[in-house]
């Protein structure tokens, strides 16, 4: 182990395997090790239309062992048509069809090899099926493609993959990775809910790339999001986080992927791929940032955050609560219905599960306080009402906004700024309170609105039709919906994110973006305190008080003052 919190892993594709001399692998190994420091490889058996030879295998495992290096097994399930499988199936990315037998014997025959030759083996993020041939279709009947394919993968993952890989090797850990696009998984038969009792571990896509070019709507946050989701997904079980060079133009975009997943606690940091990566300048930086990020997690706790509920097979406002977390709101998403939680945040997502309502009901009622977001509205405002949970409703109705109101002790304005587009929510006077109000002209419409019910209060948050119109919504704004979610802990202003842990720790990063420049951000706790420490450094930050009006309650608050300079994470806690 080259670090004391970090795993470095580095990904062999099976066209670089199988071309691989012992010379060339000799070189890129002195420069990996040189720059990353290489703790384990994943040494791929078959991709497309490649199948390595267990010679070449042989060699390049013995050669990376003799190092110190732990190698594992990969496997992509993909392959172009091939003699004995039925020809002309319309196939993205050559992704396999599982109603052809001479499919069904070639993934059998992937795992069986692998299983032969290593004691852990990782199944790239190709292993799903979007194949319609008549095959499938008349497979299907009438159910829809989520169900069958639902049906068909788990026949797939245990009788296929993993119980064949078994009787080969009875001590071998399969593993299942996911991909970056967690809100489809359900549409091509990804299942993390039913796979975990069939595969042994799981690891996840933390690449983000160029969120602007990307296809898979994929904020930065992702990278540190998705591993804590499937951390509290298949608690334990999680194997790290994985990344790659691909649409990342500035070093600065690659090296965020990797921080988010450390700050995620992802066990190993997976770079994609090894030749990729070979005379790199990334990589350079990342053996920098590597001894770092190293530091900076020396005995952290867990990470903590608003609890938001994602269910498994669930899509609504793609990843929104992501885009949360780039304001500055620590999320921590889950599959499962945080109850336990004092405050929780439910999204367009959250309205697929079908018992949602009665669930919400009872959390409210009994003191808990839940945000919901206009997507999250849309789908269940009738029942809500009927429930009596809320009188307000969005409308089909839209505002452009360029005035926003803050009603509260900071009572502020802010006019004549760039026009963001909101959906309309109408509710009654006083039966809910707006705390903050969007508009243009003499009209506005509420942007965080209160309802209360039994003990509790359901907020409603609306938002803006363009998603990433989100990060153009004013800090006055931003806070205000920080100090509402929470009592202790939060910090002012956007553009950064904010990652806390139960040991009390706080790690504050801010995004390389275009036009970004460091900026001043305030910290704010409820608790006593007489400073806030440079967890790294050693250095104190002098704390100051303010008194504040709060839910109509007179509040003391302690006060510290950062600069936060685009690319630097820093870690820091009250004392």
């Known amino acids: 182990m080259h670090y004391r919190n970090l795993t470095t892993v580095v990904y062999i594709p099976a066209w670089i395997a199988a071309n691989m001399t012992r010379e060339k692998l000799e070189s890129d190994y002195e420069f990996l090790e040189r720059y990353i420091g290489l703790d384990k490889v994943y040494l791929e058996t078959h991709r497309e239309d490649i199948d390595v030879s267990s010679e070449q295998l042989s060699m390049i495992k013995s050669f990376l062992e003799k190092k110190g290096v732990k190698v594992s097994g990969g496997i992509t399930t993909v392959t172009p048509d091939f003699e004995g499988a039925v020809p002309g199936k319309r196939r993205i990315f050559n992704t396999l069809c599982y109603t052809d037998n001479a499919m069904r014997s070639k993934v059998r025959q992937m795992a069986e090899s692998a299983a032969g030759i290593f004691d852990e083996v990782i199944l790239d993020d190709f292993y799903f099926t979007n194949c319609t041939c008549d095959s499938c279709i008349k497979a299907k009947g009438d159910r829809d493609w989520i169900s069958f394919r639902r049906e068909m993968m788990q026949d797939v993952s245990e009788n296929l993959i993993v119980k064949p890989a078994k009787r080969i090797n009875p001590n071998i850990k399969m593993v299942v990775k996911y991909p970056n696009w967690r809100e489809s ?38 990278s540190y999001s ?51 990566l070979i005379d790199n300048r990334f990589v350079g930086g990342a053996g920098i940032q590597l001894k770092k990020l190293d530091d900076i997690m020396d005995g952290i706790g867990n990470p903590t955050g608003l609890p938001t509920y994602i269910p498994y097979e669930s899509s609504g406002e793609n990843h929104i609560e992501m885009r949360l977390g780039m304001l500055g709101i620590p999320i921590d998403a889950t599959p499962e219905f945080p109850s336990d939680s004092k405050t929780i945040l439910l999204t367009e997502s959250s309205s697929c599960d079908k018992e949602i309502l009665e669930k919400l009901r009872r959390y409210v009622e ?58 309309e929510i109408v509710h009654g006077n006083n039966d809910s309170w707006s705390y903050v109000n969007g508009g243009n002209g003499d009209y506005h419409t509420p942007l965080l609105l209160e309802s209360t019910y039994g003990k509790g209060r359901l907020f409603i948050l609306s938002i803006p039709d363009d998603p990433s119109d989100i990060y153009k919504i004013p800090e006055i704004v931003v806070d205000e919906l920080k100090r509402v979610i929470f009592d202790d802990t939060y910090a002012s202003g956007k553009d950064f994110s904010m990652f806390t842990y139960d040991d009390g720790s706080m790690i504050f990063y801010r995004y390389v973006k275009e036009n970004i420049r460091p900026s001043h951000i305030k910290v704010y706790t409820e608790r006593e305190v007489s400073c806030l420490k440079d967890v790294m450094t050693g250095n104190t930050i002098d704390v100051s008080t303010i008194t504040v009006w709060e839910n109509w309650q007179k509040k003391k608050r302690y006060v510290a003052d950062l600069i936060l300079t685009p690319g630097v994470f820093r870690r820091f806690k009250w004392e």
Not at 207 to 222: C, F, I, V
Request: proline share 4%; hydrophobic share 35%; glycine share 8%.
């Open 366 to 423: 009994a003191g808990g306080d839940a945000i919901v977001t206009s997507g999250f509205m849309l789908k269940t405002q009738e029942q809500l009402q009927r429930l009596g949970l809320t009188e307000a409703c969005v409308t089909s109705r839209k505002l452009s906004v360029t005035r926003y109101q803050i009603n509260s002790d900071r009572a502020g304005y802010l006019d004549d700024i760039s026009p963001v587009t909101f959906p």
């Open 226 to 276: 998705l591993v804590r989701y499937i951390d509290n997904s298949w608690p334990g079980r999680n194997g790290g986080g994985w990344f790659d060079t691909y649409q990342c133009w500035s070093a600065d975009r690659y090296l965020e992927q990797a921080y988010l997943t450390a700050f995620a606690k992802a066990k190993e940091l997976m770079f994609f791929q090894w030749s990729d």
């Open 185 to 222: 998984y359900h549409f091509t038969g990804y299942l993390p809910k039913d796979q975990q009792d069939i595969f042994d571990a799981t690891y996840i896509g933390t690449e983000t790339r160029s969120p602007k070019y990307a296809d898979q709507h994929l904020p930065e946050y992702l």
